[in-house]
């Protein structure tokens, strides 16, 4: 038998060394009594346990959920179970733990005596804790798998639906093989293609039926290359369909081969693709560039092709003749490097990009040639279109418009000449006929010496008018009829210059005309054209000359040349005006002496009967010098004229 005190000793044993920490608290948590195991977890001997509040060993959120939830439950219920807490041991590391905790109630029949202790129970949770976060972390992972397969399932839908919008949208048809078998499957709306109702059946043995007898091997031979183990080929093959309805169709039929782990063909899925309109555009598009390169290539003008990054694509053969360089040389470079300079570089890239923004564009610009001569041009930049109105790449069209330009000037020039004429026949012909008309009118009743005089003024008066005439049909002779007509012959220049200034002499016979030689004066030229220009030449410079001073001619004879130079004191010509003195029509400010007969055409006469002797004229004028006017003619005749 077991004595009482044996049981006592073993009760307080199986209160100590219990599987929990147990422990009494006052109300206010003071600890009155603590068990071993739980003076062991803690790490705390059990007199520095007690006297201790139970709260005091919690962690701050343990603390405050002991406060706000512990106690008013321990109030209201008299006891708690199984309450999450962390206790913080003497090493500082929180244990967790499950508390049960209880007030004990007042002894039968016994009166009330202030408040109750409480008996606390503490489990160690902390394998409990991690089985639980183990628990939860694998019901995230699972409820993570499950929201990934249905966010694949969605994302197979969408991805499903997205591919018969786009087959539909093609208008790409489906059909597989099983291999092993060799069945082949066609989904309806193939039907349409070999011409029977969309909704129709398609048996593969009419399939095969409608396919055209001359390509039935070509797609044989490229379905087996697919799916032979070795080759694995990628099948794409294009073939015509004899439709029921009579209609041949051009197809492409593309697909790939499955293969099992052994290299076995498994299955192989395929899309056809009516491409009829798109082969029949392209051979037309084909016959339309070929029929383009013919013109262009057989065409005077120069024709090219650009694409959107302003490169050369295609060049006609007539710009060789042009450039002098070969089409390959252009081909692929951009717009710079075609020869031209900065300015019309810069114009032709705006046209072109103009033309890409679908507006036509019209330039002009010039072209230094193979020879050397400035070419103008005229060039029309359009954009050109697809089959869908897509502008792909502009084409220009060079014309060599140079005559066409010179023909215009030449055009221009003549209704301003025409004018001129008129102007010069209205005004200062009228004026001799003028002076004639009224001594004729005068005559009757002059006397004797009135009649000389005015017989003398008639004479001159017709002189001049007959002078102007010659000049109006030199010029109308050289601008129109190709330039003047000399009749060369020996002379003496200076025998010709000697008549000449002599006859200038009685016309100005207030001025001082000087006349010096050098040389034998022998050659050849045209001594009534050498008359004209010393003429010409003398009276400029008695019209322009500083009264006073002499006007000094000057012929010389040279081993090869005839020499004429005019000199005359005065006010020079100013530089602007010396480039064009020589053309049509220029007149100098200085008013008109008499005698002279300035219309504006003597120095372009002289020009030009200059260069009928094959030789030239030239002015030199400066405030300290003077003018001197310079004619430089072959001694022995030149070309024939």
């Known amino acids: 038998m077991t004595s009482p005190e044996d049981g006592s000793r073993d009760a307080l044993d199986l209160y100590e060394l219990a599987a929990c920490g147990l422990l009494t608290t006052a109300a206010d948590g003071t600890i009155q009594r603590v068990n071993r195991t739980m003076c062991a977890w803690t790490g705390f001997a059990a007199d520095e346990l007690l ?70 129970a503490v489990f160690v949770a902390t394998d409990r804790r991690k089985y639980e976060r183990e628990l939860l972390l694998a019901r995230k992972r699972a409820e993570e798998l499950l929201a990934s397969e249905r966010q694949a399932q969605q994302a197979r839908a969408h991805a499903e639906a997205r591919l018969r919008l786009a087959l539909d949208s093609a208008r790409l048809r489906v059909w597989s093989v099983d291999v092993p078998t060799g069945t082949r499957h066609y989904e309806r709306d193939v039907a349409s293609l070999i011409g029977l109702p969309p909704s129709d ?28 183990p070795e080759r694995r080929a990628t099948y794409s093959v294009e073939y015509r369909l004899l439709g029921h309805d009579g209609v041949e169709r051009i197809v492409r039929s593309t697909g790939r081969s499955f293969f099992d782990d052994d290299g076995r063909p498994l299955h192989f899925t395929g899309v056809l693709e009516d491409v009829t309109d798109r082969r029949r555009s392209e051979e037309a598009v084909r016959q339309r560039e070929i029929e383009f390169r013919t013109l262009a290539e057989n065409s005077p003008d120069v024709i090219v092709r650009f694409d959107r990054a302003h490169r050369f694509v295609y060049l006609s053969p007539a710009a060789e003749g042009l450039t002098g360089r070969p089409v390959a040389d252009f081909l692929g470079k951009p717009i710079d490097q075609g020869g031209m300079g900065s300015a019309d570089v810069a114009a032709w890239a705006a046209a072109v990009h103009e033309a890409f923004a679908g507006r036509r564009v019209t330039l002009a610009f010039t072209y230094e040639g193979r020879d050397g001569r400035r070419r103008e041009l005229q060039a029309h930049i359009v954009p050109e279109r697809n089959a869908r109105g897509e502008i792909v790449t502009v084409l220009g069209l060079t014309r060599d418009v140079t005559a066409l330009r010179q023909q215009e000037r030449e055009a221009q020039q003549r209704a301003i000449l025409a004018e001129q004429l008129i102007g010069i026949v209205s005004h200062d012909l009228r004026n001799p006929l003028n002076a004639i008309l009224l001594g004729t009118q005068l005559l009757g009743d002059a006397d004797a010496d009135l009649q000389g005089v005015l017989a003398g003024r008639i004479t001159a008066a017709a002189h001049r008018a007959n002078r102007l005439i010659t000049d109006l049909l030199d010029f109308t002779q050289a601008r129109l009829g190709g330039g003047l007509r000399v009749a060369r012959r020996a002379i003496d220049l200076h025998l010709v210059a000697a008549d000449c200034l002599e006859e200038v002499r009685l016309a100005w016979p207030a001025r001082q005309v000087e006349h010096r030689r050098a040389g034998d004066g022998r050659g050849f030229a045209d001594a009534d054209r050498i008359a004209q220009i010393l003429t010409n030449l003398v009276n400029n410079a008695l019209t322009y000359g500083t009264p006073d001073q002499p006007v000094t001619v000057t012929t010389a004879v040279a081993e090869g040349t005839l020499e004429i130079r005019v000199h005359n004191a005065g006010q020079p010509i100013p530089q602007e005006i010396q480039a064009q003195i020589f053309e049509p029509m220029q007149r100098g400010a200085a008013r008109a002496r008499p005698g002279s007969r300035s219309v504006g055409l003597g120095l372009y006469i002289v020009r030009e009967i200059a260069s009928a002797h094959g030789g030239r004229v030239n002015v ?18 030149g070309a024939g004229g």
């Open 51 to 120: 006297g201790k509040r139970f709260q005091d060993l919690l962690t701050v959120g343990s603390r405050l959920f002991h406060y706000t939830h512990w106690m008013p439950l321990l109030q209201m219920q008299g006891s708690v179970a199984e309450v999450q807490l962390e206790i913080v041991r003497r090493d500082g590391r929180a244990l967790a733990v499950l508390v049960n905790a209880a007030r004990r109630a007042a002894p039968a029949g016994a009166a009330p005596a202030g408040r109750p202790p409480i008996d606390v």
């Open 201 to 228: 059946e398609v048996t593969p043995e009419a399939y095969a039926a409608c396919i055209h007898p001359d390509d039935r091997a070509v797609e044989a031979a490229a379905f087996a290359a697919a799916i032979d």
């Open 620 to 637: 030199r004028s400066t405030e300290r010098e003077g003018t001197t006017f310079f004619v430089v003619l072959p001694r022995d005749g």
